[in-house]
Nanobody
C-alpha cells in the first residue's frame, strides 16, 4: 500500500502562486501515473491535472490550463503542481492520487474513480 502526503497549501491572495507537493511513502509499483484533484465545500471532487509515469504526457482541466504546471521526480517519488494567477474559485482541498499504470490513455486521467490511492489533502484558500 502506498501512502501519499500533500503539502504546500495555505492562504494566498488572488493573483499569487502556490506550489503543491505530493510525496509517496515508497515505491510500491514499478510504474504509476499521478493526478491532482480538488474539492470545494459542497461540491464533488474535480480533476485538476495529471501526469504519466514518464512525465512526457500531462493533462489539465480547462480551469487551470495555461496557468499551472504539473511535474514529477520519480527518483524522489514526488509530484508537484505549480499554480499561478490564483483565483478565489481555486479555493478547495487539493488531493493527489495514484493510478498504477504507465499511462492514462482512454480518458482515464480525469475520473476520480480511476485512481485507487489518495492522499489526505491540503487546503488552498485564495482570498479576493
Amino acid at each position: 500500500q502506498v501512502q501519499l502526503v500533500e503539502s504546500g497549501g495555505g492562504l494566498v491572495q488572488a493573483g499569487g502562486s502556490l506550489r503543491l507537493s505530493c510525496a509517496a511513502s515508497r515505491r510500491t509499483f514499478s510504474v504509476y501515473s499521478m493526478g491532482w484533484f480538488h474539492q470545494a465545500p459542497g461540491k464533488e471532487r474535480e480533476f485538476v491535472s495529471a501526469i504519466t509515469w514518464s512525465g512526457i504526457t500531462t493533462y489539465y482541466a480547462d480551469s487551470v490550463k495555461g496557468r499551472s504546471t504539473i511535474s514529477r521526480d520519480n527518483a524522489k517519488n514526488e509530484m508537484y503542481l505549480q499554480i499561478h494567477r490564483l483565483k478565489p474559485e481555486d479555493t478547495a482541498v487539493y488531493y493527489c492520487a495514484v493510478r498504477p499504470t504507465q499511462d492514462l490513455r482512454g480518458g482515464y486521467y480525469s475520473a476520480p474513480d480511476n485512481y485507487p490511492y489518495w492522499g489526505q489533502g491540503t487546503q488552498v484558500t485564495v482570498s479576493s
